[in-house]
């Protein structure tokens, strides 16, 4: 027998929890064992790519799940495998196939019912349709629990009955990261970081999040702005957390300072409370790429992958010097409605909020309407609105369920709200809702992108700004096929190329622009005229 290809990918073996989610992009085999419990096996037909998750209950009766624990509810869980998936570069839904397994209809004390298993299945069903992503097999009912083997490349699917599954294994919950990708062989260097916070407790707890990231080190952590000082000028730092808050000189002071003599990636630690709203849009205005929450132990499961997808995100983030931008003369609000105007759609994540400022202050006060999801807490969206507001020569506030969309107005969604647009016999309104995550994101880009494509059609344009992820890319596509005029921001002038690469990779860009391009773009889009 011959020895196996020293060139062959190892195979990952992983086994999967309730409430858990695992992505690969290597060859993989996923265990688990279901009962009532339903798994939603996804794989690409070229073998590039392959997901499952493990959930408990169909939807969660209030809409509000407990942040812990959303992935043990299909409406939550299939849809972030399905939308995960789809964030990869180059997966398309047609190319995907799915297998259904568990539901079986397991009795026992404290269970909702006999028929929850089948609840489980049709939620599953109805989200793979949604997406039109091709059912392909399932093993699914019974009376008799499963355990089953994955195989994410090929899409294999190998299945064993079990016997009596107990109340306490069915529902265990375990806290897990949103999704869990298969890391290449090969691991990249790691970025080295340093943590700025004044309490002992928030660094340890950093460090302990930043440790079990492969690609992250904590290279050094600091309790105050002179340590901090001390550290960069002996080591190498890649990325810096910094507290607002801290004795002797606080984060803002201490950001303006370094932002003049060592321009580096930082990201505040905020306590995300009303107090810091003004103090976390200033020190974006000085060159922070992103903020973050300070975490509580409890919310480490959740948070932890978010926490570290940022601050990847910005130790490789371009950095632009801030600027303060002044308040201007402001024109008369204007109520008009549309008349006709193009509707101009504008979407953005991270380093949106002074991409957008940017933007907005170049266009002239006789502005079409404008309507706009930058990701942002809802403790910050109407801050940040507020702060536009007083600076633009137009009106700008946090939208409103039904504000009407009108010329020389600019509206914001809030923040873990989504946002639509919707038609009556006045014209354009806002429809604000408390709807599921989207992209991971409330608010999120697609979900105003796509109202766009659907009702404005080809008199609308579309703008996707800096930002990490894909949310915007796939309603973009949709508004171009719709006549729309599409842009998206160079990568030289992103903080962050996430979201325009994914848009122009998917080919629903007409027009790349420089961030100070954009207005002048836009413009000659509006008037018919070509910008030089």
Do not use: W
């Not at 499952?52 to 509810?73: E, G, T």
């Not at 299909?74 to 397994?101: F, W, Y």
């Amino acid at each position: 027998m011959g020895s196996a290809d020293p060139r062959a990918p190892k195979q990952l073996y992983i086994s999967l929890g309730i409430g858990e989610i695992v992505i690969s992009d290597q060859p993989a085999v996923v265990s688990t064992v279901l009962g009532s419990c339903i798994s939603v096996c996804i794989y690409s037909i070229h073998g590039t790519i392959g997901g499952i998750n493990h959930f408990v209950l169909p939807k969660d009766p209030m809409a509000k799940a407990a942040a812990a624990d959303y992935l043990r509810y299909g409406n939550t869980s299939t849809r972030t495998l399905i939308e995960t998936i789809l964030e990869t570069p180059g997966v398309l839904a047609r190319d995907l196939r799915a297998k259904i397994i568990g539901g079986a209809s397991i009795r026992g004390p404290g269970l909702v019912s006999g028929e929850i298993g089948e609840h489980n299945q049709n939620m599953a069903k109805k989200l793979l349709s949604e997406f039109g992503i091709k059912i392909v097999a399932s093993d699914v009912g019974g009376r008799q629990g499963r355990k089953i083997f994955f195989y994410t490349a090929s899409g294999k699917l190998r299945v064993s009955p079990v016997g009596e599954i107990s109340e306490k294994a069915i529902l265990k919950i375990a806290p897990t990261p949103l999704a869990s990708k298969a890391l290449p062989e090969k691991k990249p260097k790691r970025k080295r970081v340093l943590i700025v916070d004044d309490s002992k407790t928030v660094r340890e707890m950093l460090k302990l999040v930043f440790g079990q990231d492969p690609e992250l080190e904590v290279a050094a952590m600091a309790a105050s702005a002179r340590e901090a000082d001390a550290i960069l000028k002996s080591q190498a730092i890649d990325v810096m957390t910094l507290d607002i808050h801290m004795p002797e000189m606080d984060g803002i002071a201490y950001l303006t300072k370094l932002m003049s003599t060592r321009p580096m990636p930082v990201v505040m630690l905020t306590a995300l409370s009303m107090e810091d709203g003004g103090e976390v849009l200033r020190a974006l205005e000085l060159g922070a790429v992103d903020y973050i929450q300070k975490p509580r132990m409890a919310e480490l499961p959740l948070l932890a992958p978010q926490i570290c997808e940022k601050i990847k995100a910005a130790a490789s983030a371009h950095i632009r010097a801030g600027r303060i931008s002044e308040s201007r003369t402001r024109a008369v609000k204007c109520t008009q409605r549309t008349s006709g105007r193009p509707l101009v759609a504008i979407g953005a994540s991270t380093g949106g909020t002074q991409a957008l400022q940017e933007v907005l202050l170049q266009l002239s006060p006789d502005i079409p309407p404008i309507v706009i999801v930058q990701h942002i807490p809802p403790v910050f969206s109407k801050a940040y609105a507020d702060r536009l507001n007083s600076i633009c020569p137009f009106e700008v506030k946090e939208a409103a369920d039904g504000d009407q969309v009108l010329a020389g107005r600019v509206l914001i969604a809030p923040g873990a709200m989504q946002m639509r647009i919707v038609q009556d016999g006045y014209g354009f309104r806002v429809k604000v809702e408390d709807g599921p995550p989207v992209n991971r994101h409330k608010p999120s880009v697609d979900v105003l992108f796509d109202s766009v494509a659907k009702l404005a059609k080809g008199k609308a344009i579309g703008i996707i700004l800096t930002g990490m992820g894909a949310d915007g890319a796939r309603g973009m596509k949709a508004m171009k096929e719709q006549g729309c005029q599409t842009i998206a921001q160079d990568e030289k002038s992103s903080v962050v190329f996430g979201m325009p690469r994914e848009a122009i990779q998917l080919g629903a860009v007409d027009h790349i622009c420089d961030l100070s391009d954009i207005a002048k773009k836009l413009e000659s889009l509006l008037s018919g005229t070509k910008s030089r």
